[in-house]
Structure formats: C-alpha cells, structure tokens
C-alpha cells in the first residue's frame, strides 16, 4: 500500500543496519509524501548512506533525514 498522508517518521534507535537501510532506501524510492525521516541512533555505516543516497536521486519530497 502506498502512503498518501504520512509527512514525518521517527526511526531512531531501532537498531536499523545497512540492510534494513537498503529496504528504507526502496520504499523512499516511490514515496511521494514523506518530508522528514529521522534515522538518529542506528547503525547505518557507508553502504546504507549509499542506498539512501542512491534512492534520494529519483526522490524530490523528501527533505530532512537525520542520521545522528
């Protein structure tokens, strides 16, 4: 199902790796309302920075993450 009325999500702390940023980074990929995401506390190392950032490339509404 795709999200039509999410505009903020708190993730911090919930021990997210780079695998689990690699999932985040496919959803932001088709995600048309999400402003800010917040993935403060994880543990997201230099390959989940490049999913995301790869996934940002094709994303123009997202525009907040927090990583720490």
Known sequence: K???TLLTIS???C???DNGT???SEVLTM???LMHLDLYGNN???QGIKY??????DNSVLTH???G
Do not use: F, M, P, Q
């Not at 995301?52 to 490339?57: G, H, P, T």
């Open 22 to 24: 690699k999932y985040i």
């Open 2 to 4: 795709i999200n039509r």
């Open 65 to 67: 993450i927090c990583l």
């Open 15 to 17: 021990n997210i790796d």
């Open 31 to 33: 995600n048309t309302t």
């Open 11 to 13: 993730l911090a702390c």
């Open 44 to 46: 997201i190392k230099a």
């Open 52 to 57: 995301l950032s790869e996934a940002l490339k």
